[in-house]
């Protein structure tokens, strides 16, 4: 049973997702800014600093985003007609959004608590330590990717492509969204079918 919320409620949780979605984005997007400043760090103390604010900003900046994102399009699912399944587009974020939280979780932030913790230990002799030069490529690469991930659901969820007609769509614009739809592709159909209620 679906609850339908007010307007207002629905403005209130838009507003929840939209500002959770800018935490999320700026703060990955702070990171890397503060990830290349530490390779120009003068000193130690100023390495450790850069570092330091990568924390800081992994903690207070992108994990409530990220709870806040997950929250707010929960209940946006679950008080408005867009619901969980009823268009791939939905899934497609949803299924995105999971996996770039728990690979956020799993690696992502513990490379990132890591080079905090290198760095306040050595300061600048860090910089001749392969774990803290491996973990610090990690941290960029992926990085970066999880940022041009977080934009393409922004794209997403700004033009609610109806991605049940990609086949049919202009070759420019389908491109664009079948390396999202891939690995979901039928895959709310299944979920669907495993919990319908209106079986014969």
């Not at 990830?35 to 390495?47: F, I, P, S, T, V």
């Not at 992108?62 to 709870?67: H, K, L, S």
């Not at 913790?117 to 970066?144: C, H, K, M, P």
Request: glycine letters at 8%; charged letters at 15%.
């Amino acid at each position: 049973m679906q609850f339908q919320a007010s307007q207002q409620t629905r403005m209130l949780l838009k507003y929840l997702h939209t500002f959770s979605a800018m935490m999320w984005i700026g703060g990955a997007q702070a990171i890397l800014i503060l990830l290349y400043k530490d390779r120009h760090a003068a000193n130690g103390d100023e390495l450790f600093a850069f570092n330091d604010a990568i924390r800081a900003l992994d903690n207070w900046l992108i994990a409530p985003g990220v709870v806040g994102s997950i929250v707010s399009g929960g209940l946006i699912c679950l008080c408005t007609n867009w619901g969980f399944l009823r268009h791939r587009w939905v899934v497609v974020k949803w299924a995105v959004t999971v996996v770039a939280t728990l690979f956020g979780i799993a690696f992502l932030g513990p490379w990132l608590q890591d080079l905090a913790e290198l760095s306040g230990l050595n300061r600048l002799a860090v910089f001749d330590s392969w774990a803290y030069a491996q973990t610090y490529r990690l941290g960029v690469a992926f990085g970066i990717a999880q940022t041009v991930v977080l934009l393409a659901l922004v794209f997403v969820s700004i033009v609610k492509p109806d991605l049940e007609r990609l086949p049919s769509m202009d070759r420019r614009v389908a491109f664009l969204f079948r390396p999202l739809v891939a690995p979901v592709a039928g895959l709310h159909v299944q979920i669907f079918n495993l919990f319908r209620l209106d079986r014969d």
